[in-house]
Nanobody, 121 residues
Framework: QVQLVESGGGLVQPGGSLRLSCVAS????????MGWYRQAPGKQRELVAG???????SYADSVAGRFSVSRDMAKNTVYLQMNSLKPEDTAVYYC???????????????WGQGTQVTVSS
């Protein structure tokens, strides 16, 4: 019923930039919040950045000042602009949305399949 599709990952050199996109599609009534998580090999998945329907944002300390999250509500899309990338940013990046489906009174979370980001020279 709902699909979250990420794009924009790839290989980049240290100090470079990437922009990730995540589009939510399906029978969506409303989206409460969207966000980005990442999981490096052997590590737990961690929150990178999030944005609420009111535009409030939050960031992990490790990315604050380098990453920027934004959202296009009309397109059900969230973006993650990543600048000054470091090798430790290498991970699979996942999109998450908390949303309500048409005909439902409850909000649930949905995840994308992930996109690989590799920072290496």
């Amino acid at each position: 019923q709902v699909q979250l599709v990420e794009s924009g990952g790839g290989l980049v050199q240290p100090g470079g930039s990437l922009r990730l996109s995540c589009v939510a599609s399906g029978s969506i009534f409303s989206i409460n919040s969207m966000g980005w998580y990442r999981q490096a090999p052997g590590k737990q998945r961690e929150l990178v950045a999030g944005i609420t329907d009111g535009g409030g944002t939050s960031y992990a300390d490790s990315v604050a000042g380098r990453f920027s999250v934004s959202r296009d509500m009309a397109k059900n899309t969230v973006y993650l602009q990543m600048n000054s990338l470091k090798p430790e940013d290498t991970a699979v990046y996942y999109c998450k949305a908390i949303l309500r489906l048409v005909g439902s009174s409850l909000s649930r979370q949905y995840w994308g399949q992930g996109t690989q980001v590799t920072v290496s020279s």
